[in-house]
């Protein structure tokens, strides 16, 4: 019998790519994505649709409303998502948004007797965000096996993390290999309703010098070329 793995799937080109990693390395995938209250629901589609298309034994979507304490241009639309480079935390971070995500996936391994879980964060090409740390993943791996039955009783979990070193265009080129239609997937931090890309805020460009470097051709639609 296959071992089981939690995977955090937002619809994007880096949780897809996980997907896909602990897909190939044998694990029966139980996908989870948040309805939390972002801009647009086209990323949870498209969580649905590569959920669907890579055959995970189930997809659960949880809703939440982060929007209800604001503070992020990603759950408030009165804060604009910036189309130029900033220094520092940008807006576009949504206030302890992995924490939280996490602790429900932490939940829902435990009623699985899943003891991994795979999310997509990165440290490399990323946006500044305090949540995407190797630092962070490692103390949050020490918090749930502290904090759960299954830690107690000895079922060690493990917070797996395996893009975190990786460059957007190295991802990109490992998710190729391993068959990931990247046309499915949606980056955009104000993508249409129809998961159109608006080129231009920092997970698009980030996005685009990826699959350049990578030397791959962009298969993300843009709404300027629809």
């Known amino acids: 019998m296959s071992q089981k793995a939690v995977i955090l799937v937002s619809g994007g080109l880096d949780s897809s790519t996980v997907l896909a990693i602990a897909l190939e390395q044998g694990f029966e995938c139980y996908t989870l994505s948040f309805d939390y209250g972002q801009r647009h629901r086209s990323e949870l589609e498209a969580a649905k649709r590569i959920s669907e298309t890579m055959e995970v034994a189930e997809h659960k979507i949880v809703q939440l409303d982060l929007g209800s304490i604001g503070g992020s241009a990603l759950t408030d639309i ?47 090409d990323y946006s500044g965000y305090p949540d995407c740390r190797p630092e962070y993943i490692s103390s949050f791996e020490s918090m749930a096996n502290l904090a759960t039955k299954a830690g107690v009783e000895g079922n060690k979990l493990s917070i797996e993390a395996p893009l975190i070193d990786m460059s957007k265009s190295d991802i990109i080129k490992m998710g190729t290999s391993l068959g990931v239609d990247y046309s499915q997937t949606v980056s955009c931090y104000q993508a249409s309703l129809e998961g159109l890309a608006c080129g231009r805020c920092e997970s ?18 843009y709404k300027n070329s629809a």
């Open 204 to 221: 698009c460009r980030l996005r685009a010098e990826g699959f350049k470097h990578a030397g791959f051709l962009d298969p993300t639609r």
């Open 78 to 124: 009165h804060i604009d998502v910036p189309e130029t480079e900033s220094s520092g935390i940008p807006v576009t971070y949504v206030p302890a948004r992995n924490t939280i995500f996490l602790s429900i996936a932490l939940g829902w391994a435990e009623v699985l007797g899943v003891n991994k879980i795979y999310l997509g964060v990165n440290a490399v």
